[in-house]
């Protein structure tokens, strides 16, 4: 019965409802109390948490340092940035009011009149503002610069469509925001996080992605340069997994941050920001799982073995567990988490499924007949196969198992990825393209009316221009008018 209850929707029938069922029946988040934001449960945090230690050794590793910054923001800061302002205003939660009191009528607690704000408070929906408004007292001189400042927190941007990781009201991030005493500092910094995004979603999280520009309508609010990794989902729509923005001198010049030179001339900063969030979990998701269930990439899975014991006496279980011991005393000194699970209550097929379910990458059983031969049964989760192999070495099998599991996850979402790239001349032919998903690489002629025209008529989008595409120049496919180079298209999440 257990097992009927945890099917999933088949991605072919229905590949929205198969991800929410994953999330949810996975326990990796499940929708609030509060509209449009989610509780992330401990098995799905458990994944975000080891996420977030490869991304913070990465950024120490870079020079970067973590601070914090408040959660609510002046409204008179948010505007002093016309593009950032406009970009953000619909999303925006406003505080009003800081006391509530009981209703005269006893119905329950109203809102204080008398307690309304001398100016609105912002709920933080990026934090450039009041971050550039605390560089403005920490910066003075050239001496001081860059700043490398990195802040793991959450955020809240009124979205009324929702889907767990993907699109919530609130959700998890970190964002960088350096300062840096010229340009060219500056746009090495934008460049040199996305190659560390770039890296870490391709090494550990196991997703191919395309590393690129924006165009002007897709850039972040208040940019001069948005920098993005795109990755190709299963079901042909890209995923924005991450952005590095060059601010140059925008938010600077917003509130004033200027240094004095090495010639004693007072100039304006140049600025960065860059960010990634729990819309990662997503991309996991989608990039590698099936219809039984996760599939996670060694890396990133709490538990990435699991021993089940096959047993009918008590006798029969303490056989099997001397021989496991010491097992997983070597497979956690070489820094392996593995679990024996001989709790009683629940029968080995239960087990068998369930960690398929959460994408636990190596299953071991271990039964009387194998204590006999000296033998112990290897299943992996990424091709579904089992074998038989000595009990012997079993550790250095383990090791070796782990490290080809997460190359072969990488390798068949590159796979993917290249079978669902296609280059197109026209635009009857992209149009027939995009229906069938996938990335598409076409000439544009750089307007923003050609690429309105795109999305308006075929619900497709400039993901991206790629850093290392074809730079041959060409036609645009819709007005034939010059272009410079292949951009990347995609319907998107």
Not at 94 to 99: G, I, K, N, S
Request: charged share 30%; aromatic share 10%.
């Amino acid at each position: 019965m257990a097992k009927e209850i945890k099917e999933l929707t088949p991605r072919s029938e229905n590949y929205s409802q198969w991800y929410q069922d994953l999330v949810t029946k996975a326990d990796l988040a499940e929708s609030s109390a509060v509209r449009g934001c989610m509780v992330i449960k401990p098995y799905g945090y458990a994944i975000w948490e080891k996420m977030q230690q490869e991304l913070d050794r990465r950024f120490k590793e870079t020079g970067h340092v973590n601070a914090y910054f408040p959660l609510f923001i002046p409204k008179s800061y948010l505007s002093r940035e016309a593009d950032h302002v406009e970009g953000f205003a619909k999303e925006c939660a406003v505080v009003t009011h800081y006391r509530l009191k009981n209703a005269p009528d006893g119905s329950g607690v109203i809102v204080d009149p008398e307690a309304k704000l001398e100016e609105e408070l912002i709920v933080r929906p990026t934090s450039e503002t009041i971050i550039w408004s605390t560089y403005k007292d920490w910066i003075q001189s050239y001496r001081d610069l860059p700043i490398l400042c990195n802040q793991w927190a959450n955020v809240v941007r009124w979205e009324m469509r929702t889907r767990l990781f993907l699109r919530t009201a609130e959700f998890l991030w970190q964002e960088g925001h350096t300062a840096h005493a010229t340009e060219e500092e500056a746009v090495e910094e934008a460049r040199k996080m996305l190659g560390v995004y770039a890296d870490f979603t391709e090494n550990v999280l196991a997703v191919p992605v395309v590393c690129g520009v924006k165009s002007e309508t897709e850039r972040f609010a208040g940019a001069i340069d948005t920098y993005t990794i795109e990755a190709l989902m299963q079901d042909g729509k890209a995923l924005q997994s991450g952005t590095s923005h060059f601010l140059g001198q925008n938010f600077a010049k917003a509130f004033d941050v200027q240094f004095l030179n090495k010639e004693g001339k007072r100039e304006y900063v140049w600025a960065t920001s860059w960010g990634v969030s729990t819309r990662l979990m997503g991309a996991l998701i989608m990039s590698h799982s099936d219809d039984n269930g996760l599939v996670l990439p060694p890396s990133l899975a709490p538990l990435q073995v699991v021993v089940v014991p096959i047993y009918k006496t008590d006798e029969n279980l303490k056989e099997i567990t001397e021989k496991v011991v010491p097992i997983l005393e070597e497979c956690r000194k070489r820094g392996i988490s593995i679990k024996f699970d001989d709790n009683n209550n629940k029968k080995p097929g239960w087990k068998f499924a369930e960690y398929e379910l959460k994408g636990v990458p190596v299953r071991l059983a271990l039964g009387a007949r194998d204590l006999e031969q000296g033998t112990v049964e290897v299943a992996r989760r990424d091709t579904l196969t089992k074998e038989t192999v000595s009990i012997e070495g079993i550790c250095d099998h383990i090791e070796q198992l782990l490290k080809d599991i997460q190359k072969n996850i990488y390798q068949k979402a590159l796979d993917y990825r290249k079978a669902n790239t296609r280059t197109v001349e026209t635009y009857e032919e992209f149009k027939a393209e995009i229906e069938k998903g996938g990335f598409i690489l076409a000439h544009w002629d750089g307007t923003a009316e050609t690429e309105a025209r795109i999305k308006e008529e075929t619900k497709a989008t400039i993901r991206c221009v790629p850093l290392d595409g074809d730079l041959t120049p060409g036609v645009c496919m819709v007005t034939g008018k010059p272009s410079k180079c292949r951009v990347l298209f995609a319907r998107a999440y």
